[in-house]
């Protein structure tokens, strides 16, 4: 996918776009990648002489990266619903990342009830295990105004 389509897929923009390119999906399953450039915001203050990736912000970037693979589960209808959080389980940081180092964020759909889907993903760096988590991401519709 290009950047237009997952643009396209989610509401999500820069300075909080998480996700820098797809690589492999199929109807349940998704790979992302991301790649901190040492640049970003947070690395000022998180923490400045070590700056390290906030892992609220790996979960983020997993959590982005389901949402684009719901996008084809149910369509974004010209914008009127948005993808939420709705829960986080089992939460396990493993490794620390760093910047100048890319991510690759696994997701996958392992069920759903109405508007709610239940995802387990795993953010690896380096082919080593950063974040794995369970999450429930429900899909919303925007109000009309």
Known sequence: ???AEIYDAIPHREPFL?????VERTENRIVCRKKFHGT???FAGHYPHYPIVPGVLLCEAAMQAGAVLL?????QQAGAVLPVAAKMNDVRFKRMVRPGETI???????????NAF????KV?????LAVRLEC????TPLPTE
């Open 40 to 42: 970003e915001y947070f």
């Open 71 to 75: 996008s084809h589960h149910v369509p």
């Open 104 to 114: 690759e964020l696994d997701v996958e759909l392992t069920d759903r009830v109405a």
């Open 118 to 121: 239940f995802l387990k993903a």
């Open 18 to 22: 998480l996700i820098d390119e797809v």
């Open 1 to 3: 996918m290009t950047l």
């Open 136 to 139: 429930t991401c429900m899909i």
């Open 124 to 128: 690896t760096c380096q082919n080593e």
